[in-house]
């Protein structure tokens, strides 16, 4: 089945065989984009808007101007934006579900996995859409996304083998100094690459064991295991993922909600009460202006750096385990997008 065949109907009740070929090129087309994007901030971006659009409705600048000339490249030269909003956001979010559920080919971080993680923190804030269609398809992103981030984490953090040192050519027609040294450099880096990468995972594990096993949080001053539990999930969990270098991992999430019992639901305007003055301690260890930025994928620290309760969800409850592994995840977020240039 083609990506557009399953979800074209939301918007076309009785759609052609050609229309639904136009709007695979432009997925494609949407994809390639995505693809291409340089650094983390361009994934969170184009994940915070899609949410709001996906939540009331109306296709953000962000995506719209693209989504609408891939549709145009794609053949229907007479496609315009206006009153086509929701056709670009179910062609948007087909275009993330079909990145987000593909194999991963490439090494290290890529603008597909960053995409993913703020999806999924963005998507299982929201309430639900009424419209079962778009609701269905919002769903389908969502487990897609949280799937393929909780495996990016748990892989990510794998040693990599250390590989000998390679041949040693010294070519003629160079001068003997830097002969040798390009050739030191060429030999040695594959090795001296994974010995890097095995040194950083090292250290994220032994400094965040460390913060586990202090149970101290200086927000609280005090120990964790001392504090109320709604607001020892989210302190933990914020300052949990200040201690890494990778997305959060399950294990990370059972180390920051230990001792945390289910329990004592919360709207988010009451978790904001019961941080009380720990609130403004909080707020200056998170980089306030960009999570207000993209405040759909961030409405917990957002909420935490403004007292802001406006994003869509945050009427809901949420047990204080939820609470805290938001924050793990958020927080997670924000230190990936900045430790990669964000």
């Not at 040695?188 to 949080?217: G, I, Q």
């Amino acid at each position: 089945m083609s990506a557009m065949a399953k979800y074209v109907r939301i918007f076309w009740p009785d759609p052609k065989d050609e229309d639904v070929s136009r709007r695979n090129t432009a997925v494609a087309a949407i994809q390639s984009w995505i693809t291409e994007f340089k650094d983390p901030q361009s994934a969170i971006q184009l994940a915070s808007a899609l949410a709001d659009g996906v939540a009331d409705g109306k296709a953000r600048d962000e995506f719209a101007s693209k989504v609408e000339q891939a549709i145009v490249n794609a053949g229907s030269a007479a496609f315009v934006r206006e009153g086509h909003d929701l056709e670009i956001i179910v062609v948007t979010l087909v275009s993330a579900l079909g990145l987000v559920q593909s194999e991963r080919d490439l090494p290290g971080w890529t603008p597909v996995d960053t995409l993913a993680a703020a999806l999924w923190s963005a998507l299982s804030f929201q309430p639900s859409v009424l419209e079962e269609p778009i609701e269905v398809l919002r769903q389908e992103v969502l487990v897609a996304s949280r799937t393929r981030t909780m495996l990016i984490a748990e892989r990510s953090r794998k040693r990599v083998p250390v590989p000998e040192i390679g041949p040693l050519t010294l070519p003629e027609a160079q001068p003997t100094g830097s002969r040798a040294s390009a050739v030191y450099r060429k030999a040695t880096e594959p090795l001296v690459k994974a010995l890097r990468e095995n040194a950083e995972l090292d250290r994220e594990e032994l400094e965040f064991l460390w913060w586990m096993m202090e149970d101290w949080s200086d927000v609280l001053d005090g120990r964790f295991s001392d504090a109320d539990p709604l607001v020892r999930a989210v302190v933990a969990g914020i300052d949990g993922a200040s201690k890494l270098r990778r997305l959060p991992a399950s294990g990370h999430r059972n180390v920051v909600l230990r001792g945390v019992q289910p329990g004592s639901p919360a709207t988010l305007t009451a978790l904001l009460t019961a941080l009380g003055n720990h609130r403004e301690t909080l707020a200056t260890s998170v980089d306030a202006d960009y999570v207000r930025k993209f405040a759909a994928v961030f409405p917990l620290l957002g909420a935490i750096t403004s007292g802001d309760v406006s994003t869509a969800g945050v009427e809901t409850a949420r047990d204080a385990r939820d609470w805290g592994a938001r924050a793990l995840l958020e927080g997670g977020i924000l230190q990936v997008a900045k430790l990669r240039g964000a």
